[in-house]
Nanobody, 124 residues
Framework: QVHLVESGGGSVQAGGSLRLSCVDSGRTFGSNVMGWFRQAPGKEREFVAGISWGGSNTHYADSVKGRFSIARDNAKNTVYLQMNSLKPEDTAVYYC?????????????????WGQGTQVTVSS
């Protein structure tokens, strides 16, 4: 069973930083590929970043490359999203998600388990 809970969202000015965390209370965290997605009002949910089981492989959406960094700590059942140089267009609800499928997918439909989301608001 996978149960994901995000934290760390909030309001920040443009250029600022936030670090999101996502804890899985289940027993299979280390077996799952993890991802971060976001959804802005009136828009579809979109992929932000993904990380492989062991954490050695990561991939990012072009819009966040060089600004965001995903990492995981399997001993703590936690995945992180470090967000730097935030822009107003990063404003969204951010979700972590887990999939037992292979690493590398960025499709919403490939991720089976989802957290409840955490709001990130970036003001100009």
């Amino acid at each position: 069973q996978v149960h994901l809970v995000e934290s760390g969202g909030g309001s920040v000015q443009a250029g600022g930083s936030l670090r999101l965390s996502c804890v899985d209370s289940g027993r299979t965290f280390g077996s799952n590929v993890m991802g971060w997605f976001r959804q802005a009002p009136g828009k579809e949910r979109e992929f932000v970043a993904g990380i492989s089981w062991g954490g050695s492989n990561t991939h990012y959406a072009d819009s966040v490359k060089g600004r965001f960094s995903i990492a995981r700590d399997n001993a703590k059942n936690t995945v992180y999203l470090q967000m730097n140089s935030l822009k107003p267009e990063d404003t969204a609800v951010y979700y972590c998600a887990a999939t037992a499928r292979g690493y590398g997918t960025s499709l919403v439909s490939e991720y089976k388990y989802w957290g409840q989301g955490t709001q990130v608001t970036v003001s100009s």
